[in-house]
């Protein structure tokens, strides 16, 4: 799978008052009515049993600037939101990154295991385009880099 290209996203959710987050390559738009959006994490992620407990995450597009931010939240051992991560609360308390190409908030529709890994959708709902469009972050063969499109 390290030959596909895939889009980057963070997830963030909020669980008993405390932000956590991770990096996911693994999301996709699953339905349009109702609005639907789904992430792949690994049964062995450590950030897995505190995420499962939240009811509503937000998923942040990432764009090709924000390989930094990629980075620190698929690190292990560190505080995720320190400085200098920018963040506020949103819609249902969610923690949302500051300066993402766009956010998502979204309520757990389902989850399942899946393998060694879990599904979780969530229904989107509320969005936010947060700037001016830019490129979006694109992972390929264990490395970020950016995408320019052909016109």
Not at 11 to 35: K, Q, Y
Not at 36 to 47: C, E, K, N, Q, R
Not at 94 to 115: E, Q, W, Y
């Amino acid at each position: 799978m390290a030959h596909h290209a895939a889009g980057v996203v963070i997830i963030t959710a909020d669980v008993s008052g405390e932000p956590v987050g991770l990096t996911a390559t693994s999301f996709t738009s699953v339905s349009l009515a109702p609005p639907l959006v789904a992430f792949y994490i690994a049964d062995t992620s450590t950030t897995w049993p505190k995420l499962r407990r939240a009811r509503h995450f937000a998923v942040h597009l990432l764009a090709a600037d924000q390989q930094d931010l990629a980075w620190r939240f698929a690190a292990k051992g560190v505080d995720r939101f320190a400085a200098p991560t920018s963040w506020s609360r949103g819609a249902e308390n969610v923690p949302l990154l500051g300066g993402t190409a766009v956010h998502m908030v979204c309520r757990r529709h389902d989850s399942r295991l899946i393998g060694d890994h879990w599904l979780v959708v969530g229904e989107v709902e509320h969005g936010y385009e947060l700037s001016e469009p830019r490129p979006p972050l694109v992972y390929h063969q264990g490395a970020f880099g950016g995408f320019t499109p052909h016109r």
